[in-house]
């Protein structure tokens, strides 16, 4: 049995719809319940242009019958929600130990649908892990937006409450906190040149200054035809981890520039960018995709030390099948909004006010830019705020000439 119901919240200063849904077992009992709003943007070709089409998750998705409560060890809970012409995001949950998690989120958009797709056929499907985790009896909460980067396709999820494996069929009363929550609403003292934080995910202070951005620094790697890595960027490390005590902390490190080192190497069809800061290193691996003259973020590995107080001190974590910071050869890649890449479940890069080229560079300068999705989308905003008060200034401008004129032939001449 299947329930969906609606209500309002607001997304990036627009009314925009945060539904709630819930799938029960052939009993009735309640096993998921997802309260979220899902902001969409897909890159896609018409007629051989590139095109983007930005949507949100509408007030009419549905629960798909495909969604389930799951079956013991033999099959997984799964939120399936379907909308439009055959467009539908899955929430594929698993359970390990004391936590549960969206171990995968998949996209299945349909390019035939011209209300939102124009001149573009055929459908296709994306997925990605995702960092969306908590403790088994609570529910998982986040206000912040989480950005989620696939193959041409970006999804932000906002004003998140979800729990799957209920036991009660109602939201638990206790919650674990995403880390961007935590970072917005914890003080950060960076009483070290490190600038580290260390909170626990499950508790709520008060709220407090959110931390710095990291200053943005420039590197650069050399290779046998001259500069092939040129890159500024502000960097940071983000890192969840358990505490000696059992509970769960947050580890946030901005690399501040005149003391990080760098250097890689390159060759025809991969570049690698090391970064050091103190007892963190970040490896950024480039390839080459011949077929379409872009390069991509392919892999990021990265290594530090925690606090004292983790259980592990020494950290170690890598992703090799990414595909992020892509342009055309030639182009530089650059996003002035944060950007969120993800290495493990416990462990972001996130990069600010990014600007970046791989292989090809003449004379050490970046060549044409590519925007990413994300600052287009923010210029999009205020764009439509715009419109929306020229627009109504118009109405009112109308209605008053209107007004103005019957008011004047209610008089007559003697």
Known sequence: MLHQVNHLSFLTGFLQASSSFEVKDSSGKVCIIADLTVDFSVEYKSRGQKEFAHFFLPQNATVEPQSSCGSGNTSHPILVLGFGAG???????????????????????????????????????????????????????????????????????????????????????????????????????????????????????APTASPPNPAVGKYNVTGPNGTCVLAYMGLQLNITYPKKDGKMALDLLNFI?????????????????????????????????????????????????????????????????????????????????????????????????VQIQVFKIDGDKFGAVEECQLDENNMLIPIIVGAALAGLVLIVLIAYLIGRKRSHAGYQTI
């Open 87 to 205: 467009h539908s995001l899955s929430l594929n949950f698993s359970e390990l130990a004391d936590k549960y998690q969206v171990e995968e989120l998949v996209f299945h958009y349909n390019l035939s649908d011209a209300t939102l797709f124009h001149n573009s056929t055929a459908g296709k499907r994306v997925s990605h892990k995702t960092i969306i985790q908590a403790y088994v009896g609570t529910k998982y909460r986040c206000i912040s937006s989480k950005h989620v980067n696939m193959k041409n396709v970006n999804i932000t999820f906002s004003n998140v409450t979800l729990e799957a494996y209920l036991t009660n069929g109602t939201f638990s009363m206790n919650k674990t906190e995403c880390a961007e929550d935590m970072v917005s609403t914890t003080a950060v003292a960076p009483t070290t040149p490190k600038q580290t934080t260390s909170q626990v995910p499950t508790t709520s202070p």
């Open 257 to 353: 520039p005149h003391n990080t080192t760098f250097s890689g190497r390159c060759d025809n069809t991969s570049a690698f960018l090391n970064l050091t800061f103190e007892k963190t290193r970040v490896i950024f691996h480039f390839a080459l995709n011949a077929s379409t003259e872009k390069f991509f973020l392919q892999g990021l590995n990265v290594s530090t030390t925690l606090p004292s107080e983790a259980k592990v001190p020494k950290f170690e974590a890598s992703n090799n099948s990414m595909s992020d910071l892509r342009a055309t050869v030639g182009n530089s890649y650059k996003c002035s909004a944060e950007e969120n890449l993800q290495v493990t479940n416990d462990a972001l890069v996130n990069v600010f006010n």
